[in-house]
């Protein structure tokens, strides 16, 4: 056993064992709170990047159909290197 575990100690715990057993068990807790509202933010900012990217995608078709500011221009193709040097 190591000698210095019977040493008389200034500061003990108070209520010791219940007192750290709360302190487990509330940290606990506060863990799954914290991810469930990890969770929940997380759900309601994926919802709002989908519904933005859906319509600004809707929007963009439109444009295009109708032959809007907003259409893309044709990709640009690489042209291909000639024999001649």
Known sequence: MDPHA?????????????LPLL????????????WLRFLAW?????????????RRYR??????????DDARPAPVVPRQPTGGA
């Open 6 to 18: 019977r040493r008389k100690r200034p500061f003990r715990v108070p209520f010791s064992p219940v």
């Open 59 to 68: 929007l963009a078709r439109l444009g295009r159909a109708a032959g809007g």
């Open 42 to 54: 997380l759900a309601l900012g994926a919802v709002i990047y989908l519904g933005y990217g859906r």
């Open 23 to 34: 302190s487990a068990l509330a940290r606990l807790y506060l863990s799954v709170e914290t």
